[in-house]
């Protein structure tokens, strides 16, 4: 029994880290230098930069089971308190209210005093009380399900700064069912999501809640290079960077293979972890419907720009965690992280290390150079936050053509895909553009992968032509 695992993000080698550790013989083929994906942490004069994710959320278990597993339970650690976020709308910046849950308020008293919305806009906030449910079973935009049920001032200024950065997509083409279906089950269940969510803030107070994110002492990189470690140490995987999958075709007893450099490689199993256009080209000649499919999965792109600066460049000490940028702003940024006010040891003392976000608001600016990219990101920091002079670390990292974009209809285009693969059981698509962009729907993917392909192979391997 052999498997290949295309894509060496964090999908990937966790699908070659279980297959391992299960005894199945596996080759890791990885297009690029590194392994990791997304994932990346660098130790920089003393900064501790992140490329891409920061942290990953505990309630969705894999990730931290995974982080356990390899022996990293002792470098987890939760962000900094108090966890204060702002909202910069306006022109100025206003607290998001404490006890917010996804997008509503988890008690009312927050909320009732929050300078965030108007008396009036309130009111209208206020109406989902007494709207009737929609009674529709479609998939529709986030945006459009609230903006019926809260009205257009949460959305602009609250919810879309909050859900759409996240999946680099406007909040009214981002798929409900895809991000949020809780929402629509919030409303079936008790009509009014306000209400739904104050019974869930009630629920939380008698259990006891905390920080729902989590990172790694050494930064996200951790978590990918105890996976590289681990297997390495298993020995029944063979991992080879720069090597490009240019063609899939089956074959009696398996699949055939080629890489860019020409060589042919003959597995019995395949699991595809590669980025979303690099799966579907892969796909074309094996199984085309599964294609089209996978290439209906539209791809963004974003750039983080990391800078770091003296205390003493800012006109006030910065506070909080980091602001988002509400609909309207003319700002080019979508939004900052105060990367080292929110997680310990992220700067050396007397400096402050910050994340910016371009592209999600302004994706035209992606065009510019990397010196143009720092350079927005001083001047609106300039504007907002008072800091001056040439930043002491300068670090942009961008994503062009790799951020998956949940858009309305993602459910049936991912279920199309898999219908259509459901005849090649030892061949399976896992990854960010299917089921979840997040490090913890991509570690439950990997592991999910691995278990299809390993429990094809010990029934048989069906023959794929």
């Known amino acids: 029994m052999t498997v290949l695992v295309v894509g060496g993000g964090i999908t990937g080698l966790t699908a070659a880290y279980t297959l391992g550790r299960a005894g199945i013989p596996t080759t890791l083929v990885e ?123 949460l959305v602009d200024r609250l919810a879309g700064p909050l859900l759409g950065g996240v999946y680099a997509t406007p909040i009214d083409e981002l798929s409900l069912m895809a991000v949020v279906p809780q929402l629509r089950d919030a409303e079936r269940r008790h009509r009014s999501l306000l209400l739904a969510s104050l019974a869930s803030g009630r629920a939380a107070k008698v259990g006891g809640s905390g920080s729902p994110f989590v990172t790694l002492a050494g930064g996200m990189g951790q978590l990918s290079g105890a996976l590289v470690e681990a297997i390495e140490r298993s020995r029944g995987v063979d991992v080879r960077m720069h090597s490009t999958a240019v063609a899939l075709e089956g074959r009696r007893g398996g699949f055939d293979v080629r890489l860019a450099t020409g060589e042919l490689l003959r597995p019995e199993a395949v699991v595809l972890a590669s980025p979303g256009p690099a799966t579907a080209g892969l796909l074309d000649a094996i199984a085309p419907i599964a294609a089209a499919h996978v290439r209906s999965i539209t791809h963004g792109s974003t750039a983080v720009v990391s800078l770091g600066y003296r205390l003493d460049q800012f006109s006030k000490p910065p506070a909080g965690h980091g602001f988002l940028v509400a609909k309207g702003e003319p700002l080019a940024i979508d939004a900052c992280t105060l990367s080292s006010l929110k997680w310990a040891g992220r700067a050396p003392d007397g400096t402050v290390l910050l994340r910016v976000f371009i592209g999600s608001h302004s994706p035209a600016v992606l065009a510019g150079s990397d010196a143009e990219l720092v350079a927005l990101g001083k001047r609106d920091l300039a504007l907002m936050m008072g800091v001056h002079g040439a930043p002491i670390l300068a670090r942009v990292a961008r994503s062009m053509g790799q951020m998956p974009k949940y858009t309305v209809g993602h459910l049936e285009r991912v279920a199309g895909a898999s219908a259509a693969l459901a005849g090649l059981p030892n061949l399976t698509i896992a990854g960010a553009a299917f089921r979840g962009v997040g490090v913890p729907h991509c570690v439950a993917q990997g592991r999910a992968a691995a278990a299809q392909v390993a429990q094809a192979l010990s029934g048989g391997v069906p023959d794929p032509v």
């Open 31 to 153: 297009a690029a230098d590194r392994l990791g994906g997304k994932v990346r942490t660098e130790s920089i004069d003393g900064f501790l930069v992140e490329s891409g994710p920061d942290s990953f959320v505990s309630y969705r278990p894999a990730a931290l089971e995974l982080a356990r597993e390899l022996g990293l339970g002792e470098a987890l650690i939760g962000p900094t308190q108090p966890r204060t976020v702002w909202i910069r709308s306006r022109g100025r910046f206003v607290q998001l209210p404490e006890a917010m849950g996804l997008v509503l308020p988890t008690r009312l008293g927050p909320f009732i005093t929050t300078a965030m919305f108007s008396p009036l806009e309130k009111l209208r906030i206020g109406m989902d009380l007494v709207l009737p449910r929609d009674g529709l079973d479609r998939d529709v935009s986030v945006g459009a399900f609230l903006r019926r049920r809260l009205g257009g001032v």
